[in-house]
């Protein structure tokens, strides 16, 4: 697959997954479930990659994939514990997971167009 095809579809992914627990813990917070400043300290993690995710930089997407953890976590224990809000959770769960395949596997195949990359070592 090539690297533009990658880019566009992990970023739209990544975009997806923004609006989507964008909604979800506002919603939350509004509804008094957690406290609107709880909800929205739950955001600034995936936010913070926005801008690479944007651009395309590989490095982004590299280490864009251990944040993704944190809400890999967050669906994982939504789909244990929820009896209402399954189908989200299951969808949170399946777009991060595709999310976590994709990222680095555009950030190896954008670095090795680009010559980036571990040098080795000169014997």
Same mark, same amino acid.
Do not use: D
């Given at each position: 697959?090539?690297?533009?095809?990658?880019?566009?579809?992990?970023?739209?992914?990544?975009?997806?997954?923004?609006?989507?627990?964008?909604?979800?813990?506002?919603?939350?917070?509004?509804?008094?479930?957690?406290?609107? *400043?709880?909800? *929205?300290?739950?955001?600034?993690?995936?936010?913070?990659?926005?801008?690479?995710?944007? /651009?395309?930089?590989?490095? /982004?997407? $590299?280490? $864009?994939?251990?944040?993704?953890?944190?809400?890999?976590?967050?669906?994982? /224990?939504?789909?244990?514990?929820?009896?209402?809000?399954? $189908?989200?959770?299951?969808?949170?769960?399946? *777009?991060?997971?595709?999310?976590?395949?994709?990222?680095?596997?555009? $950030?190896? /195949?954008?670095?090795?167009?680009?010559?980036?990359?571990?040098?080795?070592?000169?014997?």
């Amino acid at each position: 697959m090539e690297s533009s095809t990658l880019f566009k579809l992990c970023r739209i992914g990544y975009l997806l997954l923004v609006v989507m627990l964008s909604y979800w813990f506002i919603q939350q917070g509004v509804s008094g479930e957690y406290s609107m *400043l709880f909800s *929205l300290l739950w955001l600034i993690p995936l936010l913070l990659p926005l801008k690479g995710i944007l /651009t395309g930089k590989p490095y /982004t997407y $590299a280490w $864009a994939s251990f944040i993704l953890c944190l809400y890999m976590l967050h669906a994982l /224990t939504l789909v244990y514990v929820t009896e209402t809000n399954l $189908a989200f959770a299951v969808i949170e769960s399946l *777009l991060i997971g595709v999310l976590l395949i994709g990222f680095p596997f555009y $950030a190896r /195949t954008r670095g090795r167009e680009l010559g980036l990359g571990l040098k080795k070592k000169k014997k």
